[in-house]
């Protein structure tokens, strides 16, 4: 039989629970701000594609548009890449400060994933699917908000800038409730982890 001592030496060090709520927030922060990462990356270069294709069709007008919104979600990936490198390196930095192995951190994960439920594992995807999707449809609307400036600025007819200017407030309409569910969402993700603490 192991003695005291010898089951002390093979136990492995306790993982602080301050340190692994802060692992695993940054871990958290790390897949989000990746997902958001590849997002800007893919609309930069639809985007660019639109605006090729836009050039290639004699269709002049949208290659402006196409290119501001090229630029404007590449800006956004460069700013999500600093940030992300921010919270690997925190993350990082946090593994090395601690002498913590991937086995004592991917196990301080594991316990805190069987703390939820199917239920409410689904939950949870179900509403960052539902936040995706809405982050989706305000960039097409802001996309048809620009897209609804330059008409008006091109249209110069009574009937025609009428009909522009309801459809532009129409479509501004439309992108606040869409911010608003956004945010709706969100502090529903927010009560559910303070209920879960």
Do not use: C
Not at 27 to 43: D, I, N, P, S
Not at 103 to 132: G, I
Not at 184 to 190: F, M
């Amino acid at each position: 039989m192991a003695s005291a001592s010898g089951k002390a030496q093979d136990a492995k060090p306790a993982l602080a629970p301050a340190d692994a709520a802060r692992y695993l927030e940054l871990v958290r922060q790390e897949a989000e701000l990746t997902g958001q990462f590849k997002l800007a990356k893919e609309l930069t270069e639809l985007h660019t594609q639109r605006a090729e294709e836009a050039s290639r069709t004699n269709r002049p007008e949208k290659v402006p548009w196409e290119t501001d919104n090229a630029k404007e979600l590449r800006d956004r990936a460069n700013a999500l890449s600093t940030q992300l490198a921010a919270v690997t390196k925190d993350r990082t930095g946090l593994e090395e400060k601690s002498k913590l192995s991937f086995s004592l951190l991917s196990t301080a994960a594991a316990a805190s994933a069987r703390s939820l439920t199917a239920d409410e594992t689904a939950y949870l995807n179900r509403l960052d699917t539902l936040v995706f999707s809405v982050d989706q449809e305000i960039v097409e609307l802001v996309n048809t908000g620009r897209l609804f400036t330059y008409y008006l600025q091109t249209n110069n007819t009574p009937e025609d800038m009428a009909r522009i200017a309801v459809q532009a407030q129409e479509n501004g309409r439309l992108q606040k409730q869409m911010e608003r569910e956004k945010a709706s969402l969100e502090v529903q993700k927010l009560l559910f982890r303070a209920l879960k603490k």
